[in-house]
C-alpha cells in the first residue's frame, strides 16, 4: 500500500492543474460579475464599490443639487468600509483601506480590479503552494521517508484505502490522484482565510460552482468513457432489466438527469455556506471584541473569535472531506456495476 501511495504521489502535482485550470475558467469568465450588479437610481454601482467613484447622476436636477455629496461618497465609498463585506481583513482589503486611498487614476483602478480578482488571486496562491509542495516531496523523496514525506504518504495511503473500498483495487489507485487533490486543494483553499491578511476562495459561491462543475464535467466523461453511449444512457435510465423497468425508464432517464445537475449545485451550497457562515462568525466576534475596548482608546481588542478559529480548522478539514468523497461516491456510482469490488479484501 506505502508503495501505491507513492506511485500515487508522483501523478497528484499533474492531476491538480487540471483542477486547478477547470476551476479558474468559470472564476475568470464571471469575473467581471461584480461590476454588472444593479444600480441604485443614481448609476452607482451597490455591493463592491467597483463603479461607486464615477459619481455621475443620470437625474440633471440632482446632479445639479447633490453633485457635491455624490462626488464625495463617489470617492470615498470605494475605500470606505461600507463596501467591504463581513469578514476579516485581507490583504486587498488592506490596501485599498490605508494604501490606494488617493483620487488617482491608478488607486480608483486597483480598488475597482481589487474587488473583481481578489478571490482569484487566492486560488493562485492556494495553487502555487500545492505546486511547490508537491514538487519538493516528489524530487527529495527516500526509502527512508522525512515528516514531509510521510505526512503526505500517509495522507495519499488514506485517500487509497477509501477509493480502494469504493471502486475496487484497480480504479481506486486510478482515481484517487483525482480525489486526493480535490481534498488538499479545497483544504488549503478553506485554511487561507485563517492566517492574517488571508481569505478563504471557497467563501464565495462563484468558486464552489467552478469546483463543481469540474466534479459534473469528469463524472460524466468517466461515465461515457468506461460505459459507452449506450451503457451511458442505460445508466440514466435506471439500468432497467425488466419490463417493468423498462416501462419506468423514461421516468426515471428525466430524474437521473435532473439529479446529475444537481449534485454540482449542491456541493457547491454545501460548502460556499459552511465557509461563509464561519468568516462571518469570525469576523462578527473579531469586531466585537474590538468594540469591547474601544472606550479604552487602546488600539486593540480582545480575541473573542480566537476559540471560533479552532472550529474552522475542524469544518475546514470536515467540509474538504464531505466534498472529495462525495465526488468519489459519484465517481464511483457511474462506473460500470459489473466491475469486481472484491479486489479491495
Known amino acids: 500500500m506505502m508503495r501505491g501511495a507513492r ?18 475558467a468559470p472564476a475568470i469568465a464571471g469575473a467581471s460579475e461584480p461590476a454588472a450588479h ?53 490583504l486587498p482589503m488592506v490596501l485599498r483601506q490605508f494604501v490606494f486611498t488617493g483620487d488617482d487614476a491608478f488607486s480608483r483602478s486597483f ?16 495553487g502555487g503552494l500545492l505546486t511547490l509542495l508537491s514538487r519538493r516531496i ?83 466523461y468517466t461515465g461515457i468513457r468506461r460505459n459507452g453511449i449506450g451503457g451511458y444512457l442505460h445508466h440514466l435510465a435506471g439500468s432497467p432489466k425488466d419490463m417493468v423497468g423498462w416501462m419506468l425508464s423514461p421516468l426515471m432517464f428525466f430524474l437521473e438527469v435532473v439529479g446529475e445537475f444537481i449534485k454540482p449545485l449542491s456541493l457547491s451550497l454545501r460548502l460556499f455556506g459552511n465557509i461563509f457562515g464561519e468568516d462571518m462568525l469570525l469576523a462578527v466576534f473579531a469586531l466585537l471584541g474590538t468594540v469591547v475596548l474601544s472606550a479604552t482608546g487602546l488600539p486593540i481588542g480582545l480575541p473573542l473569535h480566537l476559540p471560533f478559529m479552532f472550529l474552522s ?9 464531505v466534498f472529495s468523497l462525495l465526488a ?13 469490488h472484491a479486489e479491495a479484501h
Open 138 to 220: 516528489y524530487s527529495r523523496r527516500s526509502d527512508i521517508p522525512g515528516r514531509l514525506q510521510a505526512f503526505a504518504e500517509l495522507l495519499v495511503e488514506q485517500v487509497l484505502d477509501i477509493t480502494c473500498t469504493m471502486m475496487g483495487e484497480k480504479d481506486g489507485r486510478k482515481y484517487a490522484p483525482f480525489i486526493a487533490t480535490l481534498f488538499v486543494y479545497i483544504l488549503v483553499m478553506n485554511y487561507s482565510g485563517l492566517i492574517p491578511l488571508g481569505k478563504s476562495p471557497t467563501s464565495t459561491f462563484l468558486n464552489n460552482i467552478s469546483l463543481g462543475i469540474v466534479i459534473f464535467l469528469y463524472v460524466q
Open 328 to 340: 468519489a461516491v459519484y465517481i464511483a456510482l457511474m462506473l460500470p456495476h459489473d466491475h469486481d
Open 111 to 126: 480598488v475597482h480590479y481589487s474587488h473583481i480578482w481578489e478571490n482569484v488571486f487566492y486560488i493562485f496562491l492556494a
Open 38 to 90: 444593479q444600480e441604485d437610481g443614481h448609476g452607482n454601482t451597490e455591493g463592491h464599490g467597483a463603479a461607486v467613484e464615477h459619481g455621475a447622476v443620470h437625474d440633471p436636477e440632482q446632479a445639479t443639487d447633490d453633485s457635491g455629496d455624490h462626488g464625495e461618497a463617489g470617492h470615498g465609498g470605494g475605500h470606505g468600509n461600507g463596501n467591504e463585506p463581513m469578514e476579516l481583513p485581507n
Open 7 to 24: 506511485q500515487a504521489m508522483s501523478s497528484i502535482s499533474k492531476v491538480w492543474v487540471l483542477v486547478l485550470v477547470l476551476a479558474l
Open 313 to 321: 480548522l475542524m469544518m475546514g478539514a470536515i467540509q474538504a472531506l
